[in-house]
Structures are given as C-alpha cells and as structure tokens.
C-alpha cells in the first residue's frame, strides 16, 4: 500500500490567481509524477522527476511548474490559474529499478478555475 | 509514437460472469505491464502486474501476457457489481525514460 498524500483534494480560485498543488510520499521513491485528467478522459502525464532536483516535462504540455528539492516532496505550481486548467491532478510515485517499479497514485487534487 | 490499446466499452457483463478485458501495446521492447481499477471520480489503484509471458492469478484476477503478439489481458472471474469501473491498461516505455503509457481504458458494468 502506497502512502502518497495530496493536498488540497478540492479547490475552487479565480483566474489569474496562483495555486499549488502539494503532493508528498513516505516510501522513499525515487521517481515522482504529476498526472492530469478530465472526468471520464484518459491519464496525460504532465511532469516526472528521477529524483531531488530533475524535473521534466511530461507528454502532454502544461503550463504549470514542479520542483524536487527533498525526495518526498513534489509540488506542482500554476502560476496565473484559467478555466481551461480546472482538472483532476493526480500525484503518483515509483521505484526505480531496472524494469521500472510499480506506479502508485494520490487520491487526486480537484481543481476548478472560474 | 508509441501506444496502447483498449476498447473504450462500455463492456457489460451479468453478476458471476466473467469478464475479459484486453489491451494491445506497440513498444516490442516493453518488460514490464501493469492493470489499473479506476472507479468514477477516484484515482487509479493497481490490480496486478506481470512481467513474463503467460497467466499471472491473485484471487479473482488472471493476467495474461503475449510479448510475441504485444497482448495482455485481465480476465474478472466471478464478476460483481462492485467490479464496476473503468480498467486502465499500463505498459512500461521500454526507452530510457521508463515511464507507464496508458490506455484510455475500458468501462466495465457488471449489471446485477
């Protein structure tokens, strides 16, 4: 059982304001990521780090922000919230090894911008 | 691009049936394969993975993998309706990069 805690789970801003999304996880994993999903649509991976101070940029384009200072912190930063960012994020971290660790999820962080 | 396919559904299926999910992947070099539960509005939490050709069992969840024919499947044994939900299929990049590339997933109902 994966311990990966996100906060807020539910936010409602106005645009232009600035929010970030905290995501944390006890187990020592290496590798995080950021996740974004509309209701009933596929996962789009946003942001990924391999651990404190990588960051990259995801498959799918965004115009937040993520940094990895301490291993089992991962916060995702909008800096000038829209309507068109109101979404599901969804946190998630791994191990790293040779073949890849298992992925475990957050319970998301629910946004809307109106 | 590398992908992964899955009938979107919905799939539905009568109480104590058994329900077959499938999912076709392109990365001929992926070792690694994971099913994913995602209930409506919750986030994604993992059922099996299997790494190796052949049927993976735990409870009432068989995973089979086809590496020559680039094909894993989920079967749900003895289906209840709390089985309703969208199951995503994962195939780990078998590039340096290593991360899970996704399916759109498809929706089971398990009708009572």
């Known amino acids: 059982e994966a311990d990966i805690y996100q906060t807020p789970r539910y936010l409602v801003i106005g645009t232009g304001k600035k929010i970030t999304l905290e995501c944390s996880q006890t187990m020592g994993h290496d590798k995080m990521y950021w996740y974004q999903q509309d209701p009933g649509m596929e996962l789009h991976l946003i942001h990924y780090s391999y651990g404190v101070n990588s960051t990259e940029k995801g498959d799918l384009s965004s115009e937040s922000t993520v940094s990895r200072i301490r291993t089992e912190h991962f916060p995702l930063t909008l800096e000038s919230a829209r309507p068109s960012h109101t979404s599901q994020y969804l946190c998630a971290s791994s191990e790293w090894t040779a073949i890849g660790g298992t992925i475990y999820f957050g319970e998301g962080s629910w946004l809307t911008v109106v | 691009q590398k992908e992964v396919e899955q009938n979107s559904g919905p799939l539905s299926v009568p109480e104590g049936a058994i329900a077959s999910l499938n999912c076709t992947y392109s990365d001929r070099v992926s070792q690694s394969f994971f099913w994913y539960r995602q209930y409506s509005g919750k986030s994604p939490e993992l059922i099996m993975s299997?790494?190796?050709?052949g049927d993976k069992e735990d409870g009432r969840f068989t995973a089979q993998l086809n590496k020559a024919s680039q094909y894993v499947s989920l079967l749900i044994r003895d289906s209840q309706p709390s089985d309703s939900a969208t199951y995503l299929c994962?195939?780990?990049?078998?590039?340096?990069?290593?991360?899970?590339?996704f399916g759109k997933g498809t929706k089971l109902s398990v009708k009572p």
């Open positions: 299997i790494y190796s050709n």
């Open positions: 994962a195939v780990r990049d078998g590039g340096s990069q290593g991360n899970l590339i």
